[in-house]
């Protein structure tokens, strides 16, 4: 099985759980599996059309999925993927 | 309400003004009790990756946010938000803050201005995504 690592603010939406654990081939599939067993995370996770919002990073390892094959990006048994905010802002 | 511990507080102030005329910020870690009171005990201080002009803007970069949350793991903490500078203008979320900004985190803008002065406040976001005040308690601002 897979771990996701759940970001600290999105933890209310998986019932405080930092690790889940998902059988999935790809990041598309894991995604897909984590909205189902837990609703309210996806609004946080994807936008109107169903895409992994901008401000949504997912990364395998150290490595960003926008640079791999994105959703398509294969997972394995032993994959670390980590879910991470955008954290910007500022003035103006 | 929220509770910054006076080391966390000053290492802040500190950084903001280190850091101006650009924005600073750094990640927030402590403890919750079950009322949602928080106790900011440490902080870290993060590079402002936003590339080109930081006066108007910061941007934390997905490694340094794994660092964050590995961070509070380490030192069996709750990363409980972010802290940021809004130099030359007041403490008060912006439009940009807003859109950019995460569920549970708590938000401590730090306003600085050339003469130092200092105004921390700090904003949460409420259910319908608009930020509500956090009250300090143990802070008082001119």
């Not at chain 1, 109107?48 to 398509?72: A, Y």
């Not at chain 2, 409420?126 to 005040?133: C, I, L, M, V, Y």
């Amino acid at each position: 099985m897979a771990t996701v690592i759940i970001p600290t603010p999105l933890r209310k939406f998986t019932n405080n759980t930092a690790r889940l654990e998902v059988k999935a081939g790809n990041i598309g599939d894991t995604i897909q599996q984590l909205t189902t067993n837990f609703p309210d995370l996806k609004k946080h996770l994807l936008d109107e059309k169903g895409q992994v919002r901008s401000f949504v990073n997912i990364f395998i390892g150290n490595d960003d999925i926008r640079n791999l094959q994105q959703e398509k990006t294969a997972v394995k048994e032993d994959t670390v993927i980590s879910i991470i905010p955008a954290i910007a802002g500022g003035v103006k | 309400m929220i509770i910054i511990e006076d080391g966390a507080r000053n290492l802040m102030v500190e950084d903001a003004v280190n850091t101006f005329p650009d924005e600073c910020c750094g990640f927030m870690f402590g403890t919750e009790d079950e009322k949602e009171n928080r106790v900011i005990r440490d902080i870290l201080v993060v590079n402002n990756s936003k590339p080109g002009d930081k006066t108007r803007r910061f941007q934390i970069s997905p490694l340094d946010y794994m660092k964050g949350e590995q961070y509070a793991i380490d030192n069996n903490l709750t990363l409980l938000g972010i802290y940021h500078s809004h130099p030359k203008h007041p403490a008060v979320p912006s439009e940009t803050d807003r859109l950019s900004a995460q569920p549970f985190f708590s938000y401590l803008i730090i306003s600085v201005f050339e003469n130092r002065e200092i105004t921390l406040r700090s904003w949460r976001l409420n259910d319908s995504s608009q930020f509500d005040e956090e009250k300090i308690t143990n802070y008082q601002f001119s």
